[in-house]
């Protein structure tokens, strides 16, 4: 299956000075073989998305995934770009996969976006 992007944007979030908020690309890619959508997030500023990731997730869901009536923590597989601050907690994993289990979130380092 192909990893083409089927639409991507730039989100801001909140961080904990007023003045200086957090930046990410988002890109949504075509459906893999279980009907997920992967969305890869890669930061644009210091701030990393997994420190903001409930307050990423909710702009995620209701800017972009609420319009065509997907969950996000259903319909979705996400995957964090690592950068160098993730890359001293996942170590030399391409990507940090956000795995979603009731009301908790756990992440793991992978090397590839599954599709």
Known sequence: MNKSVVYERDLLFP???????????VE????????????LIESRTEHSPLNYI??????????IFDRI??????NT??????NDELSKKFGASKYVKVV???ENTEYY???DIEI
């Open 54 to 63: 409930g307050s990423i997730l909710r702009i995620m869901q209701s800017d």
């Open 100 to 102: 979603f289990k009731d």
């Open 15 to 25: 961080t904990e000075t007023l003045s200086q908020p957090g930046s990410i690309h």
């Open 77 to 82: 597989d996400v995957y964090i770009k690592v």
């Open 109 to 111: 380092g992978v090397d």
């Open 28 to 39: 949504i890619l075509n459906p893999d073989k279980k009907g997920k959508m992967p969305v």
């Open 69 to 74: 009536h997907i969950n996000l923590k259903v």
